[in-house]
């Protein structure tokens, strides 16, 4: 029980962190903002912030963890006699569908990405992460599809059904900084994944699927 206890208060205070800093970088932006502020407004020290924060970017991007494996999990989760880029599609549509906040479809989304638009800081550990994204993906399809090391297939279907995701998430970013709703923005995504879907070739919608036996 004790050890629970203590897990808890961890978990409640790093969330607290993080709740501190993304107001003062919503309220001031990214750069603005230093991690002794927010260490002293988290009533904290500086050496507690970098103990569950190792770098001032993960503050604000603290959910990248979820993100970097999303594709990979959705792929592993796949359906029976359906394709790695078949279970993503179906995975974006549900979500946004939903008009889920994970995919940004939420109020206050267009504060969250002008922050990130301001700051070269962000933007650069935003594309780490894509990088992150596509590099868990491919180990994932290897693994899935038992593909030999040299195969390059696997790492070139990982490039497009990233594609898939990235461009999603991109173009609610846009809407919703563009003065979007986020049920509005939720109906012009699912058209967009349905343009989409016709882009990709027979090879990609074909690939991994998950046997029915």
Partial sequence: MAEGLRERKKRQTRQHISDVATGLFIER??????????AEASNV????????????EDLFLDRSREVVDRLSRWVRGRRGGESAAEAVLRELRDEV????PRMGLMDGYARFMTVIHDSPALRSRLWAIGQEVVD???????????????D??????????????QTVMAD???????????AE?????LLLLDEMAELLSEKVLNYAVRGTG
């Fill in 172 to 182: 609610i970013g846009r809407r919703m900084m563009a003065g979007g709703r986020p």
């Fill in 185 to 189: 923005v939720s109906r012009e995504v």
């Fill in 29 to 38: 932006g990214f750069d603005a903002v230093t991690v002794a502020e927010i």
């Fill in 45 to 56: 020290s500086v050496n507690t912030v970098y103990n569950y924060f190792p770098a001032k």
């Fill in 152 to 165: 390059p297939t696997p790492g070139l279907i990982a490039g497009q059904v990233n594609w898939l995701h």
């Fill in 97 to 100: 569908e939903a008009v889920s």
């Fill in 136 to 150: 868990n993906l491919e180990t994932t399809l290897r693994e899935e599809t038992g593909a030999a090391p040299d």
